[in-house]
C-alpha cells in the first residue's frame, strides 16, 4: 500500500531565506506526485505535480519540486520565502491513473517569520 | 471553466442527529468525485471515491455514507452522528481520463457537539 511521509510537522523559517520541506513516499510501481498548499480554512490548491518527463518541476510562484526515484522522495524547495507563503503544504501520491486516488502525507505548516 | 461547490461551509449538529453535506460539479463531464476529511492536526483521509452514478467505494470503515445520484452531484451522508466525526470535509473532482490531479471544493467544517 502506497504511503507519504512528511517528517516535518511545522517549519520555522525568516523571510528571504530558502526552505525545503520533505517528503518521502512508499510505492512499488510508478507513482505521480503532487503538492497542495492549503491557507487557513480554505480548500487545498495545486502547487505542482510530477506526472513523467522531466524530474524537476517548478510552480508558478517560485517553488519547485524534483522527483529522485532512488531516493523515493519529492521535496518541495523555494530559494527566498516571503511571509505569504505562510500556509500548510501537503504532499500526495498516486500509483492509479484510472481512479486518481491521492494519498496524502500529514502535512507540513511553513511558518515564514519577518 | 469548471467549478466545484460544496455546502453548507460550516454545520454545528448535536450527537445522533442526521448529516447532508453537498458538492456539485460544473463545466466537466464523468468526472470522477472523491470526499476527504481533514481532522485537526492531522492529514487528509480518503472517505469515498465514486467513478460514475451510483458507483461508490468507501475506503474506510465508518459512520458516513456516500452517494452519487447524479453525474455531477456527490453527497455524503449520516444517519447519526458521533463525536469523532467531527472535522473539515473536502469534496474534490478529477478529469476521468488519465492520471492528474484533484481539484478541490472550500470545505465544510462539521462541528458535533
Known amino acids: 500500500a502506497q504511503s507519504v511521509t512528511q517528517l516535518d510537522s511545522q517549519v520555522p523559517v525568516f523571510e528571504e531565506a530558502p526552505v525545503e520541506l520533505r517528503c518521502n513516499y512508499s510505492?512499488?510501481?510508478?507513482?505521480?506526485l503532487f503538492w497542495y498548499v492549503q491557507y487557513p480554512n480554505q480548500g487545498l490548491q495545486l502547487l505542482l505535480k510530477y506526472l513523467s518527463g522531466s524530474t524537476l518541476v517548478e510552480s508558478i510562484n517560485g517553488f519547485e519540486a524534483e522527483f529522485n526515484k532512488s531516493q523515493t522522495s519529492f521535496h518541495l524547495r523555494k530559494p527566498s520565502v516571503h511571509i505569504s507563503d505562510t500556509a500548510e503544504y501537503f504532499c500526495a501520491v498516486s500509483d492509479d491513473g484510472a481512479t486518481n486516488k491521492l494519498i496524502f502525507g500529514t502535512g507540513t505548516l511553513l511558518a515564514v517569520q519577518p | 471553466s469548471q467549478t466545484i461547490h460544496q455546502w453548507p461551509a460550516t454545520l454545528v449538529q448535536p450527537v445522533g442527529s442526521p448529516l447532508s453535506l453537498e458538492c456539485t460539479v460544473e463545466g466537466t463531464s464523468n468526472p470522477n468525485l472523491y470526499w476527504y476529511r481533514q481532522a485537526a492536526g492531522r492529514g487528509l483521509q480518503l472517505l469515498f471515491y465514486?467513478?460514475?452514478?451510483?458507483?461508490i467505494s468507501s475506503e474506510v470503515p465508518q459512520n458516513l455514507s456516500a452517494s452519487r445520484p447524479q453525474d455531477r452531484q456527490f453527497i455524503l451522508s449520516s444517519k447519526k452522528l458521533l463525536l469523532s466525526d467531527s472535522g473539515f470535509y473536502l469534496c474534490?473532482?478529477?478529469?476521468?481520463?488519465?492520471?492528474?490531479?484533484?481539484?478541490f471544493g472550500e470545505g465544510s467544517r462539521l462541528t458535533v457537539l
Open positions: 510505492s512499488s510501481v510508478s507513482v505521480y
Open positions: 474534490a473532482w478529477s478529469a476521468r481520463q488519465g492520471a492528474g490531479e484533484l481539484f
Open positions: 465514486s467513478v460514475g452514478i451510483g458507483q
